[in-house]
T-cell receptor
Framework: GNSVTQMEGPVTLSEEAFLTINCTYTATGYPSLFWYVQYPGEGLQLLLKATKADDKGSNKGFEATYRKETTSFHLEKGSVQVSDSAVYFCALSNNQGGKLIFGQGTELSVKP | GAGVSQTPSNKVTEKGKYVELRCDPISGHTALYWYRQSLGQGPEFLIYFQGTGAADDSGLPNDRFFAVRPEGSVSTLKIQRTERGDSAVYLC??????????????FGPGTRLTVL
């Protein structure tokens, strides 16, 4: 079946540190991959996505590359800010009406 | 424009009671999804509508859960004989179309259900 595994949190970083949140997936076929973010007190919102192998999604300084050979979609940012503190969810959609399958989420806390 | 809205934002009920949770999608979005998020977990898919019909209800945990979307816009998730294990945040999302798995889903703020 389809599944997503993320690194466990919480992840605590100092401002301007480099961020990596690991995400691997299991799926049949060629899924689309997403990162959603949930800021404190807000709803889930799309951060970035990639729809085919070797695509790179990017937004707000965050990047993730769709690696089919390693079934991964790791999220990276070169210099985090306090405002990036949130819970990050990796997800896939596998041509089943667009339903999303989420990982368990990784909480990021950035300290000034 | 207006995003996805959900009402109520919080619902506390007693075990065995019936509850209804409402979702107003973004105007014009034909696809609507319900997810359930337990504490510390990612959202889990419940049901998906394309227009008025439930295209995929494979995520509904049992027959106590039911959802409708009679006019292809507003949707109601209905839970009968609630149990303490039903306590979670229920999320609704909509997207412009369902013909591709690449569409962005826009999420509402959720309804936090607590069953005492």
């Amino acid at each position: 079946g389809n599944s997503v595994t993320q690194m466990e949190g919480p992840v605590t970083l100092s401002e301007e540190a480099f961020l990596t949140i690991n995400c691997t997936y299991t799926a049949t076929g060629y899924p689309s991959l997403f990162w959603y973010v949930q800021y404190p007190g807000e709803g889930l919102q799309l951060l970035l996505k990639a729809t085919k192998a070797d695509d790179k999604g990017s937004n707000k300084g965050f990047e993730a590359t769709y690696r089919k050979e390693t079934t991964s979609f790791h999220l990276e940012k070169g210099s985090v800010q306090v405002s990036d503190s949130a819970v990050y969810f990796c997800a896939l959609s596998n041509n089943q009406g667009g339903k999303l399958i989420f990982g368990q989420g990784t909480e990021l806390s950035v300290k000034p | 424009g207006a995003g996805v809205s959900q009402t109520p934002s919080n619902k506390v009920t007693e075990k065995g009671k019936y509850v209804e949770l409402r979702c107003d999608p973004i105007s014009g979005h034909t696809a609507l999804y319900w997810y359930r998020q337990s504490l510390g977990q990612g959202p889990e898919f419940l049901i998906y509508f394309q227009g008025t019909g439930a295209a995929d209800d494979s995520g509904l945990p049992n027959d106590r859960f039911f959802a409708v979307r009679p006019e292809g816009s507003v949707s109601t998730l209905k839970i009968q004989r609630t149990e303490r294990g039903d306590s979670a945040v229920y999320l609704c999302a909509s997207s412009p179309q369902d013909t591709t798995s690449t569409d962005t889903q826009y999420f509402g703020p959720g309804t936090r259900l607590t069953v005492l």
